[in-house]
T-cell receptor
Framework: SQQGEEDPQALSIQEGENATMNCSYKTSINNLQWYRQNSGRGLVHLILIRSNEREKHSGRLRVTLDTSKKSSSLLITASRAADTASYFCATDQLFGNEKLTFGTGTRLTIIP | NAGVTQTPKFQVLKTGQSMTLQCAQDMNHEYMSWYRQDPGMGLRLIHYSVGAGITDQGEVPNGYNVSRSTTEDFPLRLLSAAPSQTSVYFC???????????????FGSGTRLTVV
């Protein structure tokens, strides 16, 4: 069963705008990661945020984590056409089986 | 540094045939895993290994076998292919089970399998 659910399932924005996608999960976690998947390719690790962190930045990426709401958001600022991809959150459960569980993903399309 | 290499990239099988999907990594990662990706269902874990000689089942292991005789290789065997196994298969590796303390999981580029 899926631990993470991304929202929205699909998002289209104009190039230059900011893109925000959300991830909700069901059980307490150790950490949460975000991955990007370009069409027909494998997933690429973007960023990891630990359960005791609330916000993390990496270049144009900003990730927040709210453990009380069991949710995370990924913000991509100043979007580019190359950001067109699917984005997945992945969690490992506290006291769980120490494996990553992936959500179903958000399909992001950047319109030039 | 090739990362994670999967072969073949595409494969068509007839129902009942068997085959092996290959996965190799050159990063000396202890942890390796196989996922399948189906539309609308995200990635589901098939089997994983925490080191040479150690394997375990994931969420959807039925119809698949794995072995880990070396740190580098983690092949996935389909015993008797069924149309329900039509999917894209990804191999991933990491220094740790959960990808923490490193750069997460490193994924191969996938094998697109069609069973007719």
């Amino acid at each position: 069963s899926q631990q993470g659910e991304e929202d929205p399932q699909a998002l289209s924005i104009q190039e230059g705008e900011n893109a925000t996608m959300n991830c909700s999960y069901k059980t307490s976690i150790n950490n949460l990661q975000w991955y990007r998947q370009n069409s027909g390719r494998g997933l690429v690790h973007l960023i990891l945020i630990r359960s005791n962190e609330r916000e993390k930045h990496s270049g144009r990426l900003r990730v927040t984590l709210d453990t009380s709401k069991k949710s995370s958001s990924l913000l991509i600022t100043a979007s580019r056409a190359a950001d067109t991809a699917s984005y997945f959150c992945a969690t490992d459960q506290l006291f769980g089986n120490e494996k990553l569980t992936f959500g179903t993903g958000t399909r992001l399309t950047i319109i030039p | 540094n090739a990362g994670v290499t999967q072969t073949p990239k595409f494969q068509v099988l007839k129902t009942g045939q068997s085959m092996t999907l290959q996965c190799a990594q050159d990063m000396n990662h202890e942890y390796m895993s196989w996922y399948r990706q189906d539309p609308g269902m995200g990635l589901r874990l098939i089997h994983y290994s925490v080191g040479a000689g150690i394997t375990d089942q994931g969420e959807v292991p039925n119809g698949y076998n794995v072995s880990r005789s070396t740190t580098e290789d983690f092949p996935l065997r389909l015993l008797s292919a069924a149309p329900s196994q039509t999917s894209v298969y990804f191999c991933a590796s990491s220094y740790s089970n959960t990808g923490t303390g490193s750069r997460g999981y490193t994924f191969g580029s996938g094998t697109r399998l069609t069973v007719v």
